[in-house]
């Protein structure tokens, strides 16, 4: 995929964006308020966080489904070390380590045993929601009322439209474009993504850009989990359910491949804000929940029927770039 087919795919992906935002612009006034912008930034921080993570995952050909219960278990994690008596900083560092840690370890295995990650994680996934059941008492768990005051510098303003959430966000994505772009490891992922056997002949190690990139990913869940229990002052274990479908579904629409070695961090910020103007409208318009499930279900399918048409027209445009010309 050259410069041009880059821009040109990021272009339509960008306007694709633009237009729903627009759409919904029209149809409320307070969509392109300031309280409306923060509105919107800050419901797109879970989702955006931990996309970064499992795009990562993605860019490198494998899939990390466990993101969701992780998520779970480090926030109810994070609110019984602070019921125990501890910070909330340290608390939730030390939930986001041993999240990046059990990530890496994923990565691990999937990387030494070749097992589908597909099919691993999927089995994480169900051992990780039992294990949060377990550390919760079955029960959600709650930050105790006199401590509630430590966390309220998560709801302070910044120029009256970001949040320190909404900060670390887009701390998160420059980081995500920085790794990727401008290190060794980003590289190595992009390299074993677009072709494992290429990669290997060429000497790139497979095992360590795998056990990075899941690393990364569980590290980012932990820290969405973290984040998002810390803020609403409670946890539960069976939270964060439908947090996978909105992650894989920012990624696709932002172009991440499915076969891996293609997209960029950009593109997923594109993928989420698209997302987030499409539910944040429905929401504002009082649809139903379901209709907003139905909607992001739509809005997978598109992306999906979106990169097989991108994939045929580049193929055929390789194809009749590379016919001889008669003489």
């Not at 821009?7 to 409320?28: H, P, S």
């Not at 609110?79 to 994923?106: C, D, K, S, T």
């Not at 594109?270 to 139905?294: D, H």
Request: net charge positive; aromatic share 8%.
């Amino acid at each position: 995929m050259n410069r041009c087919d880059i821009v040109t795919d990021l272009g339509m992906r960008i306007a694709f964006m633009a237009a729903v935002y627009g759409v919904f612009a029209i149809m409320l006034p307070s969509y392109s308020t300031v309280s409306g912008v923060a509105a919107l930034l800050d419901g797109a921080v879970l989702i955006g966080v931990v996309a970064v993570g499992v795009g990562i995952t993605m860019l490198a050909g494998e899939f990390d489904l466990s993101v969701g219960s992780l998520a779970a278990v480090v926030g109810v994690l994070t609110v019984n070390m602070i019921i125990a008596g501890m910070n909330v900083v340290p608390a939730v560092l030390i939930a986001i380590l041993a999240a990046a840690i059990f990530g890496g370890l994923q990565g691990l295995v999937i990387a030494v045993t070749g097992i589908n990650s597909l099919a691993f994680t999927i089995g994480t996934l169900i051992c990780l929601r039992g294990f949060a059941l377990i550390i919760s008492n079955q029960n959600s768990v709650i930050i105790p009322v006199p401590r509630l005051g430590e966390t309220d510098f998560l709801a302070a303003r910044i120029l009256r439209v970001l949040s320190p959430m909404s900060v670390t966000m887009f701390s998160i994505f420059a980081l995500g474009f920085l790794f990727l772009n401008y290190t060794v490891w980003g590289r190595e992922i992009y390299a074993i993504g677009g072709g494992r056997a290429e990669a290997r002949a060429a000497g790139v190690s497979t095992i360590k850009p795998l056990v990075i990139a899941f690393a990364v990913s569980g590290a980012l869940a932990g820290l969405g989990g973290a984040l998002s229990s810390v803020h609403l002052g409670s946890a539960t274990p069976l939270g964060f359910d439908t947090l996978l479908l909105s992650v894989v579904t920012a990624c696709l629409m932002g172009g991440v491949a499915l076969e891996g070695g293609r997209g960029s961090v950009f593109g997923i910020f594109i993928g989420l804000l698209t997302l987030r103007f499409l539910v944040g409208g429905a929401a504002s318009l009082g649809a139903p929940y379901w209709l907003q499930s139905l909607a992001i279900g739509a809005l997978l399918i598109l992306a999906i029927v979106m990169q097989m048409l991108i994939n045929i027209i580049r193929r055929h445009s390789s194809d009749t770039r590379a016919r001889p010309q008669p003489a």
